[in-house]
C-alpha cells in the first residue's frame, strides 16, 4: 500500500449508532489531518495532529473524537451523530518541517462517504 | 467567511485548447497556494504549488500564476486533454502562522470535451 488509505469508504449508520473511521498514511509523514467535505462547501479541517499530538481542533462537536495512536495512524470516532453530519470525511498527511515558515504540502486519502440516517 | 474563493463553479473546454481556472484570496498573508485535483470517488491529488516569492511555477503542461496585488491566482492547463476532467480545488495558507492549515475554494468543475 502506498499514499494515504483509508477505510471504510462508505458508511451508513444510525443517530444512536458507534462507528470509527481509519487512515493511515505510507509517505513517513509526521503530520495528520481531519477534514470535513460537505455539499457545495470547502473543505473544512477538523483536526491536525502533529508528531501525534493534537494541535489543531477547529471547533468542532464532541461526537466527533479524534485518536492519533502514531504518526501512521489517525482514527475519527462517530458517536451519536446526526443527519447533518453526512459528507465526504478526508484524511490527509504532510512533513511538518517544524518551527514557523514550513510550506507544506498535504496528501489526501480517498475518503469515507459517511451517511447518517 | 471564505478566505479562499472559487466563483465559477464549472468550466468547459474543447481538447487541446487552454483551460484556466481562478482564484481569490482575501488573506494578504497566505503566502503558499496549492491546486488539487479531484476525480469522483477519489481524495484530492496535488497538482501544483507555487510560494508567494514567485509568480509563475510551471510543471509541464500546467502553470499557476499569482498576483499578489490582486490576491487572484490562476491555473493555465494547455492543452486540455480529455483526463483533465476533474473538480479543481485551490488552497492557500499563511506559512507563519499555521502552515498546517489550508484554507481550501469550493472547486471548479472542469470539463474537457473530446
Known amino acids: 500500500e502506498t499514499g494515504v488509505t483509508q477505510t471504510p469508504r462508505h458508511l451508513v449508520m444510525g443517530m444512536t449508532n458507534k462507528k470509527s473511521l481509519k487512515c493511515e498514511q505510507h509517505?513517513?509523514?509526521?503530520?495528520m489531518y481531519w477534514y470535513k467535505q460537505s455539499a457545495k462547501k470547502p473543505l473544512e479541517l477538523m483536526f491536525v495532529?502533529?508528531?501525534?499530538?493534537?494541535?489543531e481542533n477547529n471547533s468542532v462537536p464532541s461526537r466527533f473524537s479524534p485518536e492519533c495512536p502514531n504518526s501512521s495512524h489517525l482514527f475519527l470516532h462517530l458517536h451519536t451523530l446526526q443527519p447533518e453530519d453526512s459528507a465526504l470525511y478526508l484524511c490527509?498527511?504532510?512533513?511538518?518541517?517544524?518551527?514557523?515558515?514550513?510550506?507544506?504540502?498535504?496528501?489526501f486519502g480517498p475518503g469515507t462517504r459517511l451517511l447518517v440516517l | 467567511d471564505q478566505q479562499v474563493k472559487q466563483n465559477s463553479p464549472s468550466l468547459s473546454v474543447q481538447e487541446g485548447r487552454i483551460s484556466i481556472l481562478n482564484c481569490d484570496y482575501t488573506?494578504?498573508?497566505?503566502?503558499?497556494f496549492l491546486w488539487y485535483k479531484k476525480y469522483p470517488a477519489e481524495g484530492p491529488t496535488f497538482l501544483i504549488s507555487?510560494?508567494?516569492?514567485?509568480d509563475k511555477n510551471e510543471d509541464g503542461r500546467f502553470t499557476v500564476f499569482l498576483n499578489k496585488s490582486a490576491k487572484h491566482l490562476s491555473l493555465h492547463i494547455v492543452p486540455s486533454q480529455p483526463g483533465d476532467s476533474a473538480v479543481y480545488f485551490c488552497a492557500a495558507s499563511d506559512s507563519q502562522t499555521g502552515a498546517n492549515n489550508l484554507f481550501f475554494g469550493t472547486g471548479t468543475r472542469l470539463t474537457v470535451i473530446p
Open positions: 495532529y502533529n508528531f501525534k499530538e493534537q494541535t
Open positions: 509517505l513517513g509523514h509526521n503530520a
Open positions: 490527509a498527511s504532510s512533513q511538518d518541517l517544524g518551527g514557523r515558515g514550513g510550506q507544506e504540502t498535504q496528501y
Open positions: 507555487i510560494s508567494s516569492i514567485k
Open positions: 488573506n494578504s498573508m497566505f503566502d503558499y
